[in-house]
């Protein structure tokens, strides 16, 4: 079984309008509400790769209802540890000329909430594969995901940790199977300069050298690179078009990696889809769907 884990969930409020001036009142020219996180994204994209997964971690009040409800209507199998206070975050996304983000803070939890998270992985065991992802709740430490990968790598299960910083370093001594920074978060974790693709080889060998296994380093519209544990350096263009919203192409690319990798144990084809997968989400407005994949895989195997 493949777990996803979400520890502080979204929703996100996207709101288009012209011009937003703060200390006015300002009218919208049309909104949208997208149910997320980056754990959940996984999961999304997964069922739409037709590999089924189950979405875990922590969920609050009537926002994390709606959450759960979106994601069982989706086909997605949902396993979350329900808060007693406060509700799921809700972020607000303004769209005008310019971007503009209010990430709000989200619930806390508290030790018997981590608890009771860790209790779900009480079965685990080698074949199952354990996704970590986003941002953790605001009141927990930068041990939390380690706290969690402590249980389950002793179990031999996969995991995949998409976080930065300290929350990622404390992770490393567990050999996850795959970290995917991008190439801020490589910047951001390291406080470094890197700029050249020797640089960020240098960067990504220090990360292998600290546990991971795989690191794939994703750049936007540059595309990735891949550095493999048989020490295999694998880059990956991305296809060029139009792109609507690159909101989640990490995490569609997280999705494709893992469901490449399980179909065919190869890096090389695991990373097409991964990039198919990114890519389709950032020429979507929301994430990514089945056709778009499809399209973009076969673009990037005819090249
Ligand atoms: N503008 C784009 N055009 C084409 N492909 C893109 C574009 N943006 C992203 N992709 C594809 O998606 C992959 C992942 O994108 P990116 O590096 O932006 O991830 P990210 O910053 O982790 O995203 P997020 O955390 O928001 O999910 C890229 O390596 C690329 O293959
Ligand atoms: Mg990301």
Known sequence: ?????????????????DNPILGTINRSDSETLYCGGKGINVSMVLKELEVHSIATGFLAGFTGKEIEETLQNQGVQTDFVHLEN???RINVKIRSDEETDINTKGPSIS??????????????????????????PKNADDTIYAKLLSKIAKSGAMTVVDSTKKKLLNTLEY??????????????????KISTLHDVEKYAIKLQNLGARNVLVSMGDKGSVLFTEDKQVILQSAPQG??????????????????GYLKSKDYKFALK???????????????????EISRMLELIESK
């Open 1 to 17: 079984m493949i777990y996803t884990v979400t520890l502080n969930p979204a929703i996100d409020f996207i709101i288009n309008m």
């Open 86 to 88: 406060g509700i799921t």
């Open 111 to 136: 030790d018997y909430d981590l608890h009771l998270l860790i209790k779900k992985f009480d079965e685990i065991n080698s074949d199952d594969i354990v996704i970590l992802s986003g941002s953790a």
């Open 175 to 192: 050999k996850p199977f795959l970290i995917k920074p991008n190439i801020n978060e490589l910047i951001e974790t390291f406080d470094a």
């Open 242 to 259: 139009e792109a609507i919203n690159t909101v989640g192409a990490g995490d569609s690319m997280v999705a494709g990696f893992i469901a």
């Open 273 to 291: 889809l991964a990039t198919a997968c990114g890519s389709a989400t950032a020429f979507s407005e929301g994430l990514c769907k089945q056709n």
